[in-house]
């Protein structure tokens, strides 16, 4: 009976069946713990995060005088005087220039943070992957930022918005003006963190790469929701070109899945 028993023992250590239900992961040093457990390191992880955006704002805010007189001068016109319709309102528009700043270096902190939440239920394998994805992701942010300011931003204000100068005076809000700003080039970096999400959740076992070839309709509709809510266009010009890119990034990513 005892050799029985150390038999039983040792097969449920293995991972192998046996009578009790007793269950090891493969991953070598994975450990079960509590849910609460998860919880209190999830919710830690991502105060570090949050730590990182407000950082990220304070090192930037100092800067953001100077960075909202360039994007004024490249896009509106120096002639244009800021018009500032509360108090506040000049420092809420540089706390959201600020905001772009504090995305770029937070975002890869956060696939970070995922890393280490999720790193020792992970193979060998899919840790290189995520050791992968964080200088990507910044990498990314930095191309979709770019897209926004050198293509979209000339695109609303140079060649639309301002031919009603023709017409009317304009004066034109801080505050409504750089939200615009931010918006897109916030916008366009989130975007392009498409690929690398998609393929993240694949990798993961999240969703399977079949259903996302299958429900491509679906895919194309929520895109479509997410352009019109992510730039504020009224010509509708920037809302197509953000559509448009996301279709293309979505396919981009069903073809790194298949790759890789």
């Not at 050799?3 to 069946?17: D, I, L, P």
């Not at 290189?128 to 204000?157: E, H, Y």
């Amino acid at each position: 009976m005892d050799s029985q028993h150390t038999g039983n023992g040792t097969t449920a250590s293995t991972g192998k069946t046996s009578g009790m239900n007793t269950y090891t992961s493969g991953v070598p040093g994975d450990m079960e713990e509590p849910i609460t457990a998860h919880l209190f390191e999830l919710r830690n992880r991502l105060a570090i995060v949050l730590i990182w955006l407000f950082l990220g704002i304070i090192l930037a805010f100092p800067f953001s005088a100077k960075g909202m007189l360039i994007i004024w001068k490249e896009f509106i016109s120096a002639d244009l005087y800021m018009t500032a319709y509360s108090p506040l309102e000049w420092t809420f528009a540089r706390l959201k220039l600020c905001l772009v700043f504090a995305l770029a270096i937070s975002i890869p902190q956060l696939f970070y943070q995922l890393y280490r939440f999720a790193g020792k239920g992970l193979y060998p394998h899919e840790k290189r992957f995520f050791l992968k994805v964080i200088p990507a992701s910044f990498l990314l942010f930095l191309f979709g930022t770019a897209l926004g300011f050198f293509v979209v931003l000339p695109v609303m204000f140079k060649y639309i918005l301002l031919y009603s100068g023709d017409m009317a005076t304009a004066q034109l809000s801080v505050q409504n003006t750089l939200s615009a700003v931010t918006t897109i080039l916030a916008g366009f970096g989130i975007v392009f963190q498409l690929p690398l999400l998609v393929v993240f959740a694949v990798k993961m076992g999240l969703v399977e790469y079949q259903t996302l070839k299958k429900q491509r309709m679906l895919v194309y509709s929520a895109i479509l929701a997410v352009s019109l809510f992510l730039s504020p266009d009224p010509t509708f010009i920037a809302q197509m070109v953000v559509a448009l890119l996301l279709g293309f990034l979505f396919e981009f990513s069903l073809l790194v899945v298949r790759l890789f």
